[in-house]
């Protein structure tokens, strides 16, 4: 009784937000898998933001309105594929958007991949996400890649000789990330001193931060989600550590400047967007339609949730259909495409090539620093 009440409240969830009756023939379906409460809720809430402005600049594709449905993950893995089977078995989507995190993504894929339905992440930078399936793909760049760019950017403009990494081991993004930090580091030349583990929900970084301190690093690198890096940096703070903080697009929200205060002044980003950066003409209408919606900057999950949508248009338009495979290999060929985050072209793997935004807080907001291009 509770698992079918459940499965009630989401359909009712999903015509609450899309307006429409699921299976409505004269639209197509588009199913977004989110966290929308739990854990990364942030995350859900940003994207699904930047999904909606999307949809107002393009509604229709194929001659037919797009109807938007919505399923909560909870920011969980059982969840996030309970809900991608719900989209592929009641909604009968043409395409899916989601997850926002690597391991829900993961979880959501296999079933998507399955049924044939093309998915894109906005946000999931995992490798694994996309590797060895065909209909997998994302909107952000992959860690590697991210993580070379943190230690291009450690190394040649922060300076920086030695470095400690403080890695969230209870999830796949900040340990591959991490990884590709560590060694890329290594090979320009700096070294990794400590090495430390933390646990999504820990409260206190006390032994972490004590032994990390006694290495007394140039560099801290700390690859996780934003409640564990503003946790981390007040007490880091509170320890009296100098060391400049470098993070991952993972820990750039609004939350992280909330939850943290003055502590993450100065903290570094390989990030996705930012406003100052925005180039396309697809950019600039998204970025003013934004604001006036929603009263506030323009954030790069948002850009990104965005771009997932606009993906998926320019893929159906090209494919003139909305049969999975030819959606894929519509995906699969994407060049040149100007999206809000930047110009994309699709790599192997469903992997985009794209250039890295360097961001940083500054007087309690995020600033531009620079790019760097693929």
Wanted: glycine content about 10%; charged content about 20%; proline content about 3%.
């Amino acid at each position: 009784m509770n698992g079918l009440r459940t499965v009630c409240m989401v359909t009712l969830l999903i015509s609450l937000l899309t307006g429409a009756p699921a299976g409505a023939q004269d639209r197509i379906a588009m199913g977004a898998y989110l966290p929308m409460t739990g854990g990364v809720a942030a995350y859900g809430d940003m994207e699904w933001s930047g999904i909606q402005i999307a949809n107002s600049m393009e509604p229709e594709v194929l001659g037919k309105k797009i109807r938007l449905a919505l399923v909560d993950t909870k920011s969980d893995r059982i969840e996030s594929a309970n809900a991608v089977t719900l989209l592929v078995e009641k909604e009968k989507v043409a395409a899916l958007i989601g997850e926002a995190i690597s391991g829900n993504t993961m979880s959501g894929n296999p079933i998507s991949e399955k049924a044939g339905i093309p998915s894109v992440s906005p946000t999931a930078t995992n490798p694994l996400v996309t590797q060895g399936k065909k209909f997998a793909f994302r909107a952000c760049f992959i860690d590697p890649f991210q993580g070379e760019v943190a230690a291009k950017f450690a190394r040649n403009n922060l300076k920086a000789q030695t470095a400690a990494v403080i890695i969230d081991q209870a999830q796949d993004y900040s340990v591959g990330l991490a990884s590709y930090f560590s060694k890329a580091f290594s090979a320009l030349g700096g070294k990794v001193v400590s090495t430390t583990y933390i646990q999504t929900g820990d409260q206190d970084y006390s032994a972490q931060l004590s032994a990390m301190q006694a290495t007394n690093p140039d560099l801290i690198y700390a690859p996780n989600y934003y409640t564990e890096d503003a946790l981390m940096a007040k007490q880091a703070a509170d320890l009296g550590i100098k060391a400049p903080i470098l993070t991952g697009d993972g820990a750039q929200a609004d939350q992280l400047i909330q939850i943290g205060g003055k502590a993450v002044e100065g903290m570094y980003f390989t990030g996705h967007f930012h406003k100052e950066a925005a180039s396309t003409e697809r950019s600039k209408e998204f970025i003013k339609r934004f604001e006036e919606k929603y009263k506030r900057e323009a954030d790069a999950f948002s850009a990104l949730g965005a771009d997932a949508y606009f993906l998926l248009i320019d893929a159906l338009k090209r494919a003139g259909s909305t049969e999975g495979a030819k959606v894929r290999d519509a995906l699969a060929s994407t060049t040149d495409f100007k999206g809000v985050s930047g110009t994309i072209t699709m790599g192997q793997d469903g992997n985009p090539i794209k250039s890295v935004v360097i961001n940083k807080v500054e007087g309690g907001k995020f600033v531009y620093v620079t790019t760097i291009n693929p």
